[in-house]
């Protein structure tokens, strides 16, 4: 092109160079999966402190498990059952997830409740398994008494537990037989502690008591224990029931006091004509101890709905727990209000007879 000569268009551009990296619309779909992860993660692994309760198992105190009765009696004639007389459980389940809690939660059949009421800082859930099948081996001894009291069996009273470096631990042996303490007879465990009013730490006192069949006789001086003035025997005495004859009750995995009741119930069923239940299915729940009073337990919603699910139409209530089970039954189970084991044979007797029971 000469010099001078007029041009009417400027040059083609060259090429855009192409942009490098993520655009922002893609790392903004970036972070959010990261962040949907993130979330996915932390509710999937993230543990709350919260534990979640819901209806558990329930089991006949009439039937069997594992291929033998729940409720035997070895020496002694029974009589034949029928029906149920089902005690009811509430799982209790830890170390639940974020999204664990929410499912629990949404479904309406558990609830959540914090992690403490049920844990002490630093118990571990076998801690806690131990007290629970301890409070249970405990509920069998008491319901055992509480029947054969009510059926006018006779009881003994033995040294459940023993102080080491007691009075009593020089002595006495677990499961010995008290006969009488500081020379007052022992007649029920409630006897013991008054036999020690008036006796100060450093006093001599006899005790009187049988070890495997031998009657024995021995001085003991009285130690001190923390917030008491009288002496201190060391010995944890619990009524026992005195029959020639053997009652087991076969239940693993359970753990509470709460089958007392039931528990109690079969083996006054089983050892009494007709059948306490009239042959229906029968529920209920009740902590019970050696005088046979019935005592307010936990979860009482839980072990109604479980109790219903199963086939129940009548479920036996401790008189403390009356307020909430009635704002909180299912439809078509009965509700019967005990106070004690005698109330419960009486209303069932009644129930079985066409008759009427107290209501909650």
């Known amino acids: 092109m000469s010099e001078g000569t007029a041009v009417d268009q400027a040059p ?8 490098r990296g993520l655009t922002r619309r893609t790392w903004t779909l970036v972070v959010s999966l990261l962040l949907v992860l993130a979330l996915g993660l932390l509710g999937g692994f993230a543990r709350v402190p919260y534990v979640a309760l819901g209806p558990g198992p329930t089991y006949d105190t009439l039937g069997q498990v594992n291929g033998g009765d729940v409720v035997s009696i070895e020496g002694q004639g029974t009589f034949p059952t029928g029906g149920r007389l089902t005690m009811t459980t509430v799982s209790l389940m830890d170390d639940v997830s974020l999204f664990g809690a929410l499912g629990l939660w949404v479904s309406g059949r558990h609830a959540l409740a914090p ?4 844990f002490r800082p630093g118990e571990s859930q076998e801690d806690v398994r131990n007290q629970n099948v301890k409070a249970f081996e405990d509920s069998q001894s008491s319901a055992e008494v509480a029947a054969l009291r009510y059926l006018d069996h006779p009881v003994k009273v033995v040294a459940a537990e023993i102080t080491e470096n007691s009075a009593a631990d020089q002595v006495l042996e677990p499961n010995d037989r008290l006969l009488a303490v500081n020379g007052r007879p022992v007649a029920t465990a409630e006897d013991v502690r008054p036999a020690l009013e008036g006796t100060k730490p450093g006093d001599r006192v006899e005790l009187t008591f049988e070890h495997e069949g031998e009657r024995r006789t021995a001085a003991v001086t009285l130690g001190t224990a923390e917030g008491r003035d009288t002496g201190f025997l060391g010995v944890l005495p619990l009524d026992r029931a005195d029959v020639p ?9 359970v753990g509470g006091p709460s089958a007392g009741l039931l528990f109690a119930l079969a083996i006054v069923d089983k050892l009494t004509p007709g059948e306490l239940n009239g042959g229906e299915s029968v529920a209920g729940t009740g902590e019970i101890n050696e005088k046979g009073e019935v005592g307010r337990i936990g979860g009482i919603a839980f072990k109604m709905v479980a109790a219903r699910e199963g086939g129940a139409t009548v479920f036996l209530v401790p008189a403390g727990n009356c307020a909430e089970a009635r704002q909180q039954a299912p439809e078509g189970l009965r509700l019967v209000r005990v106070e004690t084991l005698d109330d419960a044979v009486s209303s069932l007797e009644s129930l079985n007879r066409g008759g009427d029971a107290p209501a909650c």
Do not use: Y
């Not at 083609?12 to 942009?19: F, K, S």
């Not at 992690?115 to 049920?118: D, I, L, S």
């Open 115 to 118: 992690r403490e009421e049920f």
């Open 245 to 253: 004859f053997d009652i087991k009750i076969s239940l693993s995995d």
């Open 12 to 19: 083609a551009p060259l090429p855009a160079a192409p942009r």
